[in-house]
């Protein structure tokens, strides 16, 4: 489980900036608060992200998706570049590093695993295990500079040779796995276990929609009908190679996977499917469609692309909530970010899902969420405690600050009230977190500078 997550001078994103999960004191929604028992801490399943547009609340999950890339791939040759976003309103700060900061749970024990980047070499790698009074370093990187202080590092075979000889431009964890050493390898399935969703990301759960006898399948079909959005269910449908060129890289991802399947998503908003074909040794693509009663009973199947944009949505956010749902039942550990949850979707429509998913939390979770959104409908303390609502704050040029709704105080030094209507107070500005208006009429101004 993420804990706590940092970075500084990153896109629009100058100075640190810091996101906890750890709960703060309050007894709203106890019953799905996991405990850290040593550490006399509780975690938070779920976080919401509030603030004006070009606030930095997609730098955040952009952020995060760079990290993950980093860590699981990498660069592949020597004299690659970093592809990293550095602030770049100020000149001076081409020069600093990228830094990024993650505190993890694994296994029932905490981690700090930190680096920073520039254009060129990773700058600072360290890894340490914090118990309750202190902090052990099980690897330390500064620049081609490496030390190996402790376990699981210290007994394993060619640890030392491997940070010696690890790529400037590449992280230590990385260029371990990569040479088959699993001795941090709890490190690096914690980031492959991180999913992100954004407005144009492919989220492979879709996948399942076209499989007859698949929860996904079965459930979206009676979601997207008691939605009354014509949907009756989904089918697939092959595709003429000729007509759907696969990429060679494709093509030897999946030879060399075959179970695997390629989730792709047209810029129209089709969705297809790659499979391998191991009797005809070759790759196949498939369509995936919806299907909706015609007047004489009959069904009929139509492109993706034709449905509306909120129903697309909600294509991609139902495998996501459904795949929390199973991680949790499953005891498999993942933390999902979503930038925009609530694009083209009715407020009322997202909080009941979100409501109902919520519902299904208990103190012994493993999965969280993290979003993004505008929906004013989910500042409800019945639904969100007060510390799982933050409102991003951007303080002056690249300085932003994520500020939770228990931290605010009223004038005479009080907290929230439970009772409180936080929503009207979110629209009224009490918390920023919202746009600053102009004052003047925006076609007033306009001709005004038409006449200039």
Not at 37 to 49: G, M, N, W
Not at 136 to 147: C, D, H, L, T, V
């Amino acid at each position: 489980m993420l804990l706590y997550f940092s970075l500084s001078n990153w896109g629009m994103i100058r100075d640190e900036l810091n996101l906890s999960l750890i709960a703060q004191r309050e007894q709203a929604h106890e019953e799905r608060l996991r405990s850290l028992l040593k550490f006399k801490k509780r975690v938070l399943p779920i976080a919401a992200i509030y603030g004006p547009n070009a606030s930095g609340k997609t730098t955040i999950i952009e952020a995060m998706q760079f990290a993950k890339e980093f860590v699981l791939v990498g660069t592949r040759n020597r004299s690659d570049k970093i592809a990293r976003q550095y602030f770049r309103l100020d000149k001076a700060y081409q020069d600093e590093p990228s830094q990024f900061g993650f505190v993890f749970t694994r296994d029932g024990l905490v981690y700090e695993y930190k680096f920073a980047v520039n254009d060129c070499e990773v700058v600072y790698e360290t890894l340490k295990q914090i118990t309750v009074n202190s902090e052990k370093i099980i690897f330390n990187r500064e620049g081609q500079k490496g030390e190996i202080l402790s376990n699981p590092l210290k007994d394993s075979n060619y640890a030392q040779a491997y940070i010696d000889g690890c790529a400037p431009n590449k992280l230590y964890i990385t260029n371990l796995i990569s040479q088959g050493n699993q001795a941090l390898g709890f490190v690096y399935q914690w980031f492959a276990n991180i999913q992100i969703l954004t407005p144009n990301e492919v989220f492979g759960g879709f996948t399942q929609y076209s499989k007859k006898q698949s929860f996904l399948s079965q459930t979206g079909s009676a979601f997207f009908n008691h939605l009354k959005t014509g949907i009756c269910g989904f089918s697939e449908k092959e595709v003429l190679s000729e007509r759907f060129p696969i990429p060679e890289m494709m093509k030897k991802q999946l030879q060399t996977n075959p179970a695997a399947e390629i989730p792709i998503r047209t810029p129209i908003g089709d969705l297809y499917v790659a499979r391998w074909d191991g009797e005809e040794q070759k790759v196949r693509v498939f369509q995936i469609n919806t299907m909706h009663h015609a007047k004489d009973g009959t069904e009929i199947d139509f492109s993706v692309s034709s449905e509306s944009d909120g129903t697309r949505r909600l294509m991609d956010l139902l495998p996501m909530f459904l795949g929390l749902y199973w991680a949790n039942k499953n005891r498999q550990p993942t933390v999902c970010f979503v930038d925009e949850i609530d694009r083209s979707l009715h407020p009322l429509l997202l909080k009941r899902v979100l409501t109902d998913y919520l519902a299904t939390l208990d103190k012994d979770f493993v999965a969280q969420l993290i979003f993004t959104t505008h929906n004013a409908e989910l500042i409800d303390q019945d639904i969100l405690r007060r510390d799982e609502i933050l409102f991003l704050q951007r303080e002056e040029i690249g300085s932003c600050a994520l500020n939770k709704l228990s931290d605010f105080r009223d004038e005479k030094g009080k907290a929230v009230r439970f009772d409180s209507l936080i929503r009207k107070r979110y629209l009224r500005g009490d918390f920023g977190g919202v746009p600053e208006l102009p004052f003047v009429n925006l076609f007033e101004l306009m001709d005004a500078e038409r006449e200039v």
